[in-house]
């Protein structure tokens, strides 16, 4: 009896915990990401046009990298996969 309402105290202090950092996180991320737009926005808005186009260019290449690699990876996952289960077939 002792130990299930310490072990249920302890769940509750971990669900709590676990709230808690919640909120915290996404409070700052709301409070947090719309100031770093700002900085962004006002930055971006004091380049200069090639480097606007420069900066476009290179975000879309950094997702298209992104997108590779994980298409490249799930190819490399299932191709392994295949292999391996052909090998227990034999």
Do not use: H
């Amino acid at each position: 009896m002792k130990n299930s309402v310490i072990d249920s105290w302890k769940s509750a202090f971990k669900l709590v915990n676990f709230v808690a950092w919640y909120l915290i996180i996404i409070v700052g991320a709301f409070y947090l990401l719309p100031m770093i737009g700002l900085y962004l926005e006002d930055r971006y808005d004091a380049l200069a046009k090639p480097a606007k186009l420069i900066s476009i260019i290179s975000f879309f290449a950094a997702i298209a990298w992104c997108q590779i690699k994980s298409q490249s990876a799930k190819i490399k996952d299932s191709v392994q996969n295949k292999s391996s289960s052909q090998a227990l077939t034999f």
